[in-house]
């Protein structure tokens, strides 16, 4: 085919040249009706630009092998209706008013503020994303990007920068008390991603069951129940996994949030942590730790990372997820030596290792002091928040139980009889606008639904929404 004679910005030049060559291989009758619909349908879903110039009929027909005449009377017929424009002497060109149903991309990122009608969202797992340091993360990218060797930009060692390893293997000993090895640290797209390693590695040792909290975060059950190892719920009890349970269930690996369990907000007592850790040695067994919030603790010192007291029969996750914002899809994982050759090998096969540029820019972060100033911000804005939930909840329900707050980003509100059942007390409030989640949407078996217990998550609310929020759902449930 040529396209002699044609503007550059014709019809033969663009992609939509081939939605037209059907009309050339079409019986003898039906050539006519299949060009048109072709150029309509090549107009209607942009291929072919309002503003195109289309190609004389005389050269379409001669690329195309049909004859001039059924062209033409394809072009008379398409002007007719409106979809092309002929000036005399100037030639063909889609006209101005076809409108090209231009495919849109749908966004299912979970923001349950935007849902319509939602004035506050209590609902926990965000950070206030304000408070992400553009500045500074700004700062730090410049000076990485006019100091990075070319050859980081290739494929990187799939665990991690060696810089970013050793920043974090300094940083966690340090403000966590974790046994930080960089050889044995692995880079991650966050706790999910940690979660689906080390699941399908215990997979792939035969291990088909994995214990999970509860209640705890549903997040965990999916995770290792799509690497094939099915999660079996176990209890908790006011010092932290129940022991009982745990050893008659006969797993071998359990996941926690030891310092500061969600959603209970309960910090395993010292003798707890060292009995999971007797029975980890016990079974040759392994505790997965996701310590999701551990840098948030207000009222005394952070408890230490359980990993620290047995580096061999603990992983230990994290992320900035919490700390910076999620969306930058960045943690870390501390594997026992026993499982760092497999671990990496399959990080390795599933994507090559983490983007090179962004490693480096979070361990410039580090170097440069920027995280412990961002974690000491937050701390700040959090503890008031915080202070203005209690407050707020003290003033209108003030025989509500408030647990959890020493630490985290949420908070356990059990309010006093009467506010039951719990479905009732969620339907009310979600009609005056208030988002909450249930204690119970977080447990494997329903609870007593005639006593509301909430999960109030309040990091991502300035003060005056908290009391806002509290507000509506007092005069929500009055009387």
């Known amino acids: 085919m040529t396209s002699s004679g044609t503007n550059p910005e014709g019809l033969p030049g663009s992609a939509a040249w081939e ?6 291989s079409a019986p003898a009758r039906a050539r006519g009706r299949t060009l048109q619909a072709a150029l309509r349908e090549a107009m209607r879903t942009g291929r072919l630009a309002p503003g195109t110039r289309l190609p004389s009929s005389r050269d379409l027909a001669r690329d195309l092998g049909v004859s001039r005449g059924l062209v033409t009377e394809a072009y008379e017929q398409l002007t007719a209706e409106g979809y092309l424009r002929s ?3 100037a030639g063909t060109w889609v006209g101005g008013a ?12 979970p923001r349950p503020a935007g849902v319509a009608g939602v004035r506050v969202d209590f609902v ?6 304000s408070l992400f340091p553009r500045a500074a993360w700004a700062a730090a990218q410049r000076e990485v990007l006019a100091e990075l060797p070319h050859r980081d930009l290739g494929y990187p060692d799939p665990r991690g920068l060696p810089r970013l390893r050793s920043a974090l293997a300094e940083l966690l000993a340090r403000r966590r008390g974790v046994a930080a090895d960089p050889e044995r640290i692995v880079v991650v797209s966050g706790v999910a991603q940690a979660s689906a390693l080390l699941g399908s590695v215990l997979h792939a040792r035969g291990l088909r069951e994995i214990g999970v909290e ?4 549903p997040q965990h059950d999916g995770l290792y129940e799509a690497a094939g190892t099915r999660a079996i719920p176990l209890p908790l009890d006011d010092e932290g996994l129940a022991l009982r349970p745990l050893r008659a269930s006969g797993v071998r690996a359990v996941v926690t949030t030891p310092a500061h369990q969600y959603p209970t907000g309960i910090a395993y007592s010292a003798d707890r942590r060292a009995q999971l850790l007797d029975w980890a040695r016990s079974v040759d067994g392994l505790l997965l730790e996701d310590d999701y919030d551990g840098d948030f603790r207000y009222d005394r010192a952070p408890v230490g990372a359980l990993q620290g007291l047995d580096p061999e029969h603990v992983a230990y996750a994290g992320s900035v997820s919490k700390s910076l914002a999620p969306g930058l899809r960045l943690g870390w994982l501390l594997v026992p ?5 497999e671990v990496v090998d399959r990080k390795r096969t599933m994507d090559l290792g983490h983007p090179s540029l962004d490693q480096a820019v979070f361990a410039r972060f580090v170097a440069r002091g920027d995280y412990d100033r961002q974690l000491r911000r937050c701390q700040r804005a959090y503890r008031e928040r915080r202070d203005a939930l209690v407050a707020a909840l003290g003033e209108h329900f003030p025989h509500a139980r408030v647990s959890g707050i020493a630490a985290g980003l949420h908070a356990i509100a059990e309010l006093p009889e009467g506010y039951g059942p719990e479905n009732r007390f969620v339907g009310r409030v979600a009609a005056a606008g208030v988002a909450v989640r249930p204690l119970g949407e977080c447990a494997h078996a329903r609870g007593d639904d005639a006593v509301v217990r909430l999960v109030l998550g309040y990091a991502h609310l300035p003060p005056a929404r908290i009391r806002e ?8 449930v009055a009387g």
């Open 98 to 109: 076809v409108r090209a149903a231009s495919p849109r991309a749908r966004d299912l990122a």
């Open 124 to 129: 926990p797992g965000s950070p206030d994303l």
């Open 87 to 89: 000036d005399r002497g």
């Open 214 to 217: 509860d209640p705890g975060s």
């Open 469 to 476: 929020g509290v507000r509506l759902m007092a005069e929500a």
């Open 19 to 24: 939605l037209l060559l059907p009309a050339a």
């Open 337 to 341: 030596e026993s499982l760092a050759d």
